[in-house]
């Protein structure tokens, strides 16, 4: 039905040429966790089958460890040998390596974060993790600078500036390392920043490359732009990226275009014609040496729904039509699940994956969707229950794909908005919005949906509601489960075939993060990280309240076994 290899299970001498070779050979062995999504592609599958659907009722605690950081705590830890490394909130304030199998703490990195980042981070002052390569750790900070530490000790080697914070740019997520490049984006769509993704080097800090992720108007795609408007276009990478060794390519996501108000930029309304406003709300396809766009998929051209383009791209081969295909599949903001042959560009199918009114269907042979003319906000033209919410089908909580059940497993958001739009100046370091958007729920009597698509057949096949949105992030394991967290703090572990709930611990505080798993002296673990989010409710009127209410603030690494 489905993918039997995926990029993780490449052998590292047939592309280890064009890869790093660290970063391969971390990644293929079974018992570590070598990147924010397990591996190059994002597939956050791991072939670990010691924790099973027979014994998963039998988790325990192995430890736990405090972050010693309160508010969104969004990281996935690494685990490289016997050693775990985790990241908190706030800068982040900490950066710890642990003993993977105890919890015993071997350093801790404390950078120097400016006090007032939280004005410049739209959407929480959160970290996701740090990345690994070359015996050096990795982490993107909220001051806007990229730094590289000593796995080993924990000592600083370099740090490098990769964009002013004060202008709202914020990196969030973990890099992606190729060869001996460390390539990084930044957020700031909602501040009127011009967004870029950057590569240094990986030994130095030098910046190696630039690649604009809006254009100017004497470059490609400029003339999609009104005016001037392209330089505080938005169009942030502040999500992870994902690489195919076999094609040497980097794929990245791009947030929504700014302003939020579309006359600004495009024609205010749907007969935007060419002014698509590229390549904002898209995936990109880079050359990691250049950093040169070898091709887009725009998923919201003309974007006015703030429907970010950044959820991450999964790569896998899929069995098609009787054949094996190359796929990229990203389940976007708009609703919409998309699956393209990550060699071409070319999608293949995009269909719906929650409940999704703004539009009627993608259509592959224009590459836009049918609109629904209502449901468009502009000038003199507001637009009510429109579905999804700027928080979208799915936000940044990662997916997950197991190539045995064939499945992805998708953290998804049943919530809608009523939208209007009005004047908007911009102003450095402030938000450059242009909008009001109450929030609505969604349909059905629930706001938050755990999904097991068919990526093939386009469909789903079984679920588990929720009374919020805004859960956490999913991990899939050759033990047949499927391991993933709420905004009330229950950590599941769930039968991946039928959705059954087969152990559940509430471990008080909000889970947005998503699982990994790793094993050490033959024991097999499974790691979360817990930290509610506490800037997004405030986005999300009444239906926030409820957010916030369903657990306090934490900040912890719980870590469980079958004793």
């Known amino acids: 039905m489905a993918g039997i290899s995926m990029i993780a299970m490449l052998a590292a001498g047939t592309v280890g040429v064009r890869a790093n ?42 430890y736990s460890f405090s972050l010693a950081s309160l508010r969104s705590n969004e990281s996935s830890p690494i685990v490289i040998g016997n050693t775990l490394y985790v990241s908190s909130s706030w800068g982040p304030k900490y950066v710890y ?66 964009v002013d914070y004060k202008q709202g740019s914020v990196i969030t997520s973990p890099p992606v390392v190729v060869r001996d490049k460390v390539i990084t984006g930044f957020g700031g769509g909602e501040y009127g920043v011009r967004g870029a993704l950057l590569a240094f080097d990986i030994n130095t800090g030098k910046q190696l490359w630039q690649t604009y992720t809006v254009p100017a108007p004497d470059e490609p795609g400029g003339d999609t732009w009104k005016g001037d408007s392209a330089q505080h276009g938005g169009g942030a990478a502040w999500l992870v990226g994902s690489y195919d060794p076999k094609t040497d390519t980097v794929y990245w996501g791009t947030s929504n275009p700014g302003p939020w108000n579309t006359a600004v930029r495009s024609t205010g309304d749907g007969n935007f014609g060419k002014l698509t406003n590229l390549y904002t709300a898209s995936t990109l396809a880079l050359d990691p040496n250049t950093g040169k766009i070898k091709w887009h998929i725009q998923t919201t051209p003309a974007d006015a729904w703030d429907y970010d383009g950044v959820n991450e791209a999964v790569l896998a081969d899929l069995k098609i039509g009787g054949n094996t295909v190359p796929t990229l599949m990203k389940a976007d903001r708009n609703g919409f699940f998309f699956v393209a042959n990550r060699e071409t560009g070319k999608v293949l ?40 919410n700027l928080i979208g089908g799915k936000n940044w909580q990662p ?9 992805v497993y998708i953290p998804s958001n049943n919530v809608c908005m009523d939208w209007s739009v009005g004047d908007v100046t911009y102003k450095r370091g402030v938000f450059y919005l242009g909008a009001e958007f109450p929030t609505k ?12 698509w068919d990526p093939v057949n386009q469909k789903k096949v079984w679920s588990i509601k929720e009374d919020l949105p805004f859960n956490g992030g999913t991990l899939t394991t050759g033990g047949g489960l499927v391991f993933a967290g709420n905004i009330h703090g229950d950590f599941r572990a769930i039968d991946a075939k039928s959705g059954k709930v087969l152990w559940s611990k509430n471990l008080g505080s909000g889970i947005g993060a998503g699982p990994v798993t790793y094993q050490v002296d033959g024991k097999q673990y499974v790691a979360i990280v817990v930290g509610r989010t506490a800037a997004l409710p405030a986005f999300l009127g009444e239906v926030g309240k409820k957010m916030t209410a369903a657990a306090p603030e934490g900040g912890s690494l719980f870590v469980f076994s079958v004793q």
């Open 97 to 162: 390596a642990l003993d993977a199998a105890t919890g015993a703490r071997k350093w801790t990195y404390e950078p120097d974060i400016p006090d007032d980042v939280l004005q410049y981070a739209c959407c929480d002052v959160n970290n996701r993790g740090v990345s690994y390569a070359d015996g050096k750790i990795f982490v993107g900070r909220l001051d806007g600078k990229l730094t590289a530490l000593d796995a080993a000790t924990g000592k600083s080697l370099w740090t490098a500036k990769v």
């Open 399 to 407: 997916m997950s794909f197991n190539p045995q059940t064939g499945l």
């Open 21 to 62: 070779d660290s970063v391969l050979k971390a990644q293929s062995d079974a018992n570590q966790w070598a990147v924010a999504g397990h591996d190059y592609g994002n597939t956050r599958f791991s072939s670990l089958n010691q924790i099973n659907t027979e014994n998963a009722g039998k988790l325990s605690l192995a």
């Open 441 to 452: 729920e969604g349909p059905g009597g629930f706001l938050g949906e755990l999904v097991a």
């Open 349 to 388: 199918s995009a269909e719906k994956y929650v409940f999704s009114n703004w539009a009627k269907k993608f259509d592959l042979a224009t590459m836009r969707a049918e609109e629904d003319p209502d449901k468009r906000p502009g000038p003199g033209h507001p637009a009510k229950d429109i579905c999804p």
